[in-house]
């Protein structure tokens, strides 16, 4: 292909017949395989190379599948363990901890009892304006009376409420000033509701608000600074739900919950206790109501929160899932397994859509009971009412009833669900705080050294002493006791089958995951002993996949803006994708998509190689760097890698051998050990080399001199 036409195409050797673009590629590639007679033997070696390249590649595959599957692997001792862990889960009702850790991100307490209070004087003030009209009605019954008592001074009356006789008054009869008196409270009483709810409805805005985006970064945080191991134990699903349907919850769910269920319960309090003021004989059927209604909801309290936390984990696989499908989707397209994937979405999707049912079903259930127990309550009132109506006035019977039945029309009811869909919310919480609480830092906050690390490292000599690793304390050794120095400036090609720990030495190398014994020296100074900022400050690495954030080429080359444009097209030069950024709308300005969709994996590569360049490290790290780009802009990049950091130590991890045939020493690494570590020419000059051994299997017979370049 060329420039995305089809320039040749036959049989191998039609195409070497050619000697057209497949001619070149082949010459490039094996420079010594031009004559007629070795076709046969290379067409054999190929095959053999062939073989060797997928037979490990498989395994890896396989290896892969398992690790995201979640499958048990064996380790050193021989015990299994799962390198996914399922999500935990709590059970139960939510403890106060994780309530006194909102109040913590939502400001303290001062701050929350403040507004709490703001919020319990609004309704009060709010039951406050239904009584007074209450109140004032029989002050108006009493006027009557009064007014009877002087037409008819026969006849005794009494006070309805009080059972004190009345008093003939002047100041009783003056209407007008009463009436004032009445209508200036119920005034004042309106506004200081009005007040009131702007103010605490302000407070309590500011305070979720704060809680929820206290709690967003610090779960942001600590899930940046978070080990590898987090990451390699963890779907992305899992994250993303938690950031996603969790925070959603905290966000809007749990400030709406917890407002219904502040206002109904003052309302309930607040209305009940005005009732008793009138009618104490209410508090009796009360009493028995209270804790039937507290017994119904002891177990629909248990069960919901159980079923929300089920409900969190399940919308996790299928987060997972989904995740992994758009990720995978050309793969699963191109082996006709799409049928299999919806299959398998559709089942996570019914089981989420149960749960949410189930807690639908579990909120009717309660809501139910609790109405039951809320018109028996009003009935038995509404009979005392009755007994009773010789010694209240028309408007307190008529106050007491509209109380009693406005907790009876489901108030009562919304208030205890609130209440438990209030709790259950803070089960979004509860799983945000397990990880800022949990995840495993990448760097202790105590190590945070501050060396004074100015013009470290000046040479690039990296020393690995008895280095051991593993990834995860019950896996075996990936590093098995690593002795090696590293000199300055010195390119050293490290090469070994698939799975000999060949990257592992470069996670090592910046830390990503913790040595278990030894030490890595550069320039005679412990990596450990450093801040992992400094560290990484210091080394540039090309990794396997090459990473290219959303934003423009300039911002991946230079993300950090310290370069003039003249720096950035010189490295994309030396890099030589300086023609296709030119050619590109918007040039340093184009867009890149995300994991740079939009560019093909060796021009990805390529990028990622002029920001290399750019950072001008004195370690750099090539992992399998060009292992996407053809062989020919593979040679001339090799070259250039090496004019410009020819002042670097250079480590070059490499799959195709006659690429790092010219290095200064070549190390080949053998199930986590040192296999051989010498000079290209020493261990070539032996035939008995593990090299040798690798170059016979990849049939290649290239000599350090005659290597690509
Ligand atoms: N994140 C991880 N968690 C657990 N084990 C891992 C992890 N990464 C690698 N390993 C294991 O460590 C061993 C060495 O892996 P490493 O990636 O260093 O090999 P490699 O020589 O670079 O392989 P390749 O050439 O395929 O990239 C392998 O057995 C691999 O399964």
Known sequence: MKDGQI???????????????????????????????????????????????????????????????????????????ELIKEESMESGMVSMATYSSYVHYAGGWCK??????????????????????????????????????????????????????????????????????????????????????????????????????????????????????????????????????????????????????????????????????????????????????????????????????????????????????????????????????????????????????????????????????????????????????????????????????????????????????????????????????????????????SQDVTGWPSEGRVQFKGVKMRYQPHLPLVLKDINLVFEPREKVGIVGRTGSGKSSLGIALFRLTQICEGSILIDGMDIGKLSLQDLRNSLSIIPQDPVLFIGTIRYNIDPFNEHPDHELWEALEKTHIKQTITNLDGKLGAPVLENGENFSVGERQLICMARALLRKSKVLLLDEATAAIDTHTDSLIQQTIRDAFQDCTMLIIAHRLNTVLDCDKILVMDQGQVGEFDSPSNLLANPNSKLSAMLEAAGDKTTPGQSSP
Request: with cysteine; net charge negative; hydrophobic share 40%.
């Open 7 to 81: 320039s040749e195409s036959g049989t191998h050797d039609e195409l070497l017949g050619l000697s057209g673009e497949y001619a070149r590629l082949i010459q490039t590639y094996h420079p010594e395989e031009e004559e007629e007679e070795e076709e046969e033997k290379e067409r054999e070696e190929s095959r053999k190379d062939e073989l060797s390249q997928t037979q490990p590649s498989q395994e890896n595959d396989e290896k892969k599948d398992e690790k995201k599957a979640g499958s048990p692997v064996k380790d050193g001792k021989g015990t299994s363990a």
């Open 112 to 449: 929350v009892i403040g507004t709490g209070l703001f919020i319990v004087l609004s309704n009060a003030f709010l039951v406050a304006t239904n009584a007074w009209p209450a109140i004032w009605l029989r002050a108006a019954d009493m006027q009557n009376v009064e007014y009877q008592v002087i037409t008819n001074t026969n006849d005794t009356y009494t006070d309805y409420y009080t059972g004190a006789p009345y008093e003939e008054t002047d100041e009783s009869l003056d209407l007008d000033e009463r009436l004032d008196f009445y209508v200036g409270f119920y005034v004042a009483l309106f506004l200081a509701v009005l007040v009131m709810f702007v103010l605490s409805s302000k407070f309590y805005v500011i305070l979720v608000l704060r809680a929820a985006s206290n709690l967003h970064n610090a779960l942001f945080t600590r899930v940046i600074e978070s080990s590898m191991i987090f990451f390699d134990t963890t779907p992305l699903g899992r994250i993303l739900n938690r950031f996603s349907k969790d925070m959603d919850e905290v966000d809007l769910d749990l400030p709406n919950c917890l407002l219904r269920m502040i206002y109904c319960l003052c309302f309930c309090v607040i209305g009940e206790l005005g009732a008793c003021v009138f009618l104490p004989w209410n508090i009796l059927p009360f009493l028995l109501f209270m804790p039937a209604c507290l017994f119904i909801l002891r177990f629909f309290r248990c069960g919901f929160c159980d079923i929300k936390r089920l409900n969190n984990i399940c919308r996790s696989r299928l987060v997972s899932h989904l995740s992994a499908t758009m990720q995978g989707h050309a793969t699963i397209k191109a082996f006709c397994k799409s049928n299999y994937f919806i299959r398998r979405y559709e089942a996570l999707l019914d089981s989420d859509t149960q749960l949410l049912q189930t807690v639908q079903m579990a909120i009717r259930w309660a809501a139910v009971r609790l109405d039951s127990l809320a018109a028996l309550n009003a009935g038995v009132v509404t009979v005392i009412i009755i007994l009773w109506r010789n010694h209240m006035s028309n408007s307190i019977m008529g106050f007491v009833l509209y109380i009693v039945s406005s907790l009876c029309i489901g108030t009562i009811q919304t208030t205890f669900i609130a209440l438990t869909e209030t709790e259950s919310s803070f089960i979004a919480v509860e799983r945000l705080l397990e990880y800022i609480q949990t995840l495993p830092p990448e760097e202790a906050k105590t190590e945070k050294k």
